[in-house]
């Protein structure tokens, strides 16, 4: 019976781990950076309807920029519209202002935490994703 128990518990854990890892994996969380002059940007938070951005969770957004390219300044402070379905959550985050100078490559480190309403789950997702500036 203690080795049933065993069996069970070691599978149960295992699937956790599984599907904690595959669900990390497919992290829905993007940035997109559109110009809206010549040396300012907005950064947009970009993921699909059924998922909320946690308001109140120790959000962290880097940007590392390349040979020739220089951050002026950032505000990536998180602000949007409150979610219908979990007060804690933004529906919809709006755009932070960057102004950039120079041309080249830049790196964006993100740790985002998120939630999918659909499966009830809330993950802290990582992002890096890179934008050649021109």
């Not at 946690?54 to 402070?77: C, E, F, T, W, Y």
């Not at 985002?112 to 499966?119: E, L, S, V």
């Amino acid at each position: 019976m203690k080795r049933f128990y065993f069996i069970s518990i070691f599978s149960f854990i295992s699937i956790f781990l599984i599907s904690g890892v595959s669900a990390q994996e497919e992290n829905p969380i993007k940035f997109k950076l559109e110009k809206s002059s010549p040396n300012t940007y907005q950064l947009r938070l970009v993921h699909p309807d059924n998922f909320g951005v946690q308001k109140d969770a120790p959000h962290r957004i880097l940007m590392n920029p390349g040979p020739g390219l220089k951050v002026v300044s950032a505000d990536l402070k998180l602000k949007g519209k409150t979610s219908t379905r979990k007060k804690e959550y933004f529906e919809t985050v709006d755009p932070m202002q960057v102004k950039l100078e120079g041309k080249g490559d830049l790196e964006i480190h993100a740790k985002i935490f998120y939630c999918d309403y659909n499966r009830n789950i809330c993950i802290p997702g990582k992002v890096l994703q890179k934008e050649v500036i021109q």
